[in-house]
């Protein structure tokens, strides 16, 4: 395996991964062929990703594993689901997107995950995690009810495996004995010994013909004897569960082989094609290195689990006529923080001011900025891995005794956990804090990580407080009135920076249900939610209009939206959420329910899942950039 230290920054020559349209086209290869090919893969992967950005580590850490499925398997006939899809980069390569790769999470280019409208070898949709067993098994019964030999595999993480939902799919597949493959690609957690000579051995005896023959028909001839059966069943579970973690999956029905090296290319083909043909549920273990091939990657496998694009370094424009003073240096720009990081430091400062405060997050940690958090509060920090379930309801048991437990999640995400949110939080009105990160139109993810739907499914919560900043100040006092209210409260604030605005150090608080008037004007009220409050500022000076910072989707100020409509002709509400059920919607019902009859336009999230691209043209392709806002209005006034 060839290694490499840094990222090309030209185009690495690939002449025989060039040929492969398909993995039709590699199927006849011999070993020596297989590895180059592997290789150039990984080159061009470490390029493509480099121009481009992207998940990163989860890729490099499959190529040989991918080359390998596609060989043994006849995708796409034979289906092939990968998990979440961080990893999905080498199969999009091996199945006719190796020239479309440059466009990867762009604007109108190829998705960040496998996707069904992308390529027929994409056979399921992801991007939330563990949910690639349920749909494999879904696709194995199917063939069984139409009478097809198709084969079925899914791919899973060790990551992946800590959610619920592949253990309820694990538990369903064994008790059907569907025909499937799983197979675990365990690359960070320490579910086994690392791979050495007595693992690879089993492995190879555990896929071979000759033992599955032995088997079987040492079942046949025990079965003639009364208690004879179950002794060596147990026998042989105790003794492969000595050497190897198969006794979990076999309770669950699965043949298990493995741990085996993931990167071990031979190995993984023969291992494979053993596997394919058997009947019943199997289950195969792969030990694989996150970033395998790439040096830094290999030292650093959650630095590099995704990375920017690495831009070339542009010459310094320079007048030959300019001279800067001995010493001198131009003052640094003042650095925006972003959202998590403000979260992040009032975690931090709450804790200090509360011992109760207890922080939770669903395997987000990097993401949520809990780093100084985890470190500082040790005792009082809980990552539970994939479970945004388990992650609420932990959270309510926890307010039961009277502690404040924060819990801190993306926007998608918190999908998973809404009937905990429900019956398990807010029917008990539990104290339980909700920082939701990726609030709205987060970009080159898709719409599998957009936040465009939590106002809507929020709101209808009884009891729920919801509030949106502006700002990165204002998330702050949020947050803080979020954790003194007593009850379910949520606040939801966007990836990335905010506007600038400087954050005091205090512990605040807003008062509740009031909104902010930021400018006074006639006949229209743009009424903005959170994120939105920066176009509408821009918006609001070129229509001579109001602008209001409602801050409060729920409850909303009602005093301050009653006197918009009695002094404005139009009143317009704006919010990076869908438009139906969202915070105009509550807008709406308040006027309705006043019997005030204005003229109003809800701008929002249009009704459909909205694909990748920058935050900016996803903004400007829903209208919701300045010039789309001010357009719609023009459009509505006539």
């Known amino acids: 395996m060839k290694l490499f230290d840094t990222i090309p920054t030209e185009r690495p020559r690939t002449p025989l991964l060039d040929t492969i349209t398909s993995p039709q086209a590699m199927r006849g290869f011999s070993d020596e062929k297989l590895r180059q090919l592997s290789d150039e893969l990984r080159a061009y992967l470490l390029y493509s990703v480099g121009c481009t950005g992207g998940h990163f580590g989860a890729g490099l ?4 594993l991918t080359v390998a499925l596609h060989y043994a398997l006849n995708t796409p006939y034979d289906r092939l689901v990968w998990d979440v899809g961080h990893q999905a980069y080498p199969h999009k390569v091996l199945t006719g997107r190796l020239n479309e790769m440059s466009t990867i999470r762009q604007y109108g280019g190829l998705a960040a995950f496998p996707k069904r409208g992308e390529s027929e070898f994409d056979t399921f949709g992801v991007g939330h995690s563990s949910t690639s067993i349920s749909a494999a098994l879904g696709m194995a019964l199917a063939a069984r009810t139409k009478r097809e030999p198709r084969r079925v595999c899914a791919v899973i993480g060790d990551g ?16 059907v004995d569907a025909n499937m493959l ?5 690359n960070e957690m320490s579910i086994s010994e690392n791979v050495g000579g007595m693992a690879t051995y089993l492995a190879r005896m555990l896929a071979s013909g000759p033992y599955m023959a032995i088997r079987e028909g040492s079942k046949r001839v025990l079965s003639h004897l009364p208690g004879a059966l179950e002794i060596a069943r147990r026998t042989e579970e105790h003794v492969k569960g000595m050497v190897s973690p198969a006794t979990l999956f076999e309770e669950m029905g699965f043949n298990y082989v ?11 083909v023969q291992t494979l094609n053993s596997l394919k043909d058997r009947q019943g549920p199997q289950f195969l273990h792969v030990v694989t290195r996150k970033g395998r091939g790439f040096v830094p990657a290999e030292k650093d496998p959650i630095g590099y689990h995704a990375i920017t694009k690495l831009e070339k370094e542009k ?3 320079t007048s030959p006529n300019s001279q800067v003073p001995e010493g001198f240096a131009p003052p640094p720009k003042a650095k925006k923080q972003k959202y998590c990081n403000v979260f992040g430091q009032w975690l931090c400062d709450m804790a200090a001011a509360d011992e109760r405060l207890i922080g939770i997050t669903p395997a987000m940690r990097e993401g949520s900025d809990l780093v100084r958090f985890s470190q500082e509060y040790a005792e009082r920090y809980y990552d539970v891995a994939i479970a945004e379930q388990h992650a609420v309801t932990l959270a309510a048991g926890m307010a039961c005794e009277g502690m404040k437990p924060v819990v801190a999640i993306y926007s998608t995400f918190l999908q998973r956990g809404y009937d ?4 398990d939080v807010a029917v008990q009105h ?34 729920m407080m919801i509030m949106a900043p502006a700002d990165e100040a204002e998330c702050r006092r949020m947050l803080t009135t979020a954790y003194r209210f007593e009850g379910p409260a949520a606040v939801r604030y966007p990836r990335g920076t905010g506007p600038g605005v400087a954050i005091e150090p205090e512990l605040d608080t807003l008062e509740i249900g009031r909104a902010e008037v930021r400018r006074e004007g006639k006949e229209i009220a743009l009424l903005a939610f959170g994120s939105l409050n920066g176009p509408a500022e821009e918006a609001a000076s070129r229509l001579d209009a109001t602008h209001i910072n409602m801050r409060f989707v729920k409850p909303l100020d009602r005093e301050t939206v009653l006197e918009a409509a009695r002094h404005h002709t139009l009143i ?30 809800n701008l929002g999230v249009p009704d459909r899942f909205v694909e990748q691209g920058t935050p900016a043209e996803l903004l400007s392709e829903c209208g919701l950039d300045v010039e789309g806002i001010v357009a719609a209005i023009e459009r509505r006034r006539g």
């Open 61 to 64: 850490g499959v190529i040989e």
């Open 160 to 175: 992946a495996l800590t959610a619920g939902m592949a253990f309820e799919a694990l538990a369903h597949a064994g008790h």
């Open 182 to 186: 799983v197979v675990l690609n365990d």
């Open 258 to 268: 493995g741990p085996i090296d993931g990167h071990d290319l031979p190995l993984l």
């Open 315 to 317: 010459p310094a424009k």
């Open 420 to 423: 905990q949110l429900i019956h």
């Open 430 to 463: 539990l104290d339980v804090t909700f920082a939701i990160d990726r609030a709205g139109l987060v970009g080159e993810d898709g719409p599998t990580h957009h936040g465009a739907l939590d106002l809507s499914y929020l709101r209808c919560v009884p009891d």
């Open 572 to 601: 317009v509400t704006l919010e990076e959420n869908v438009v139906a059920g969202g915070a105009g919607s509550g807008v709406n019902e308040l006027l309705a329910a006043a019997g005030v009859v204005v003229d109003i336009l």
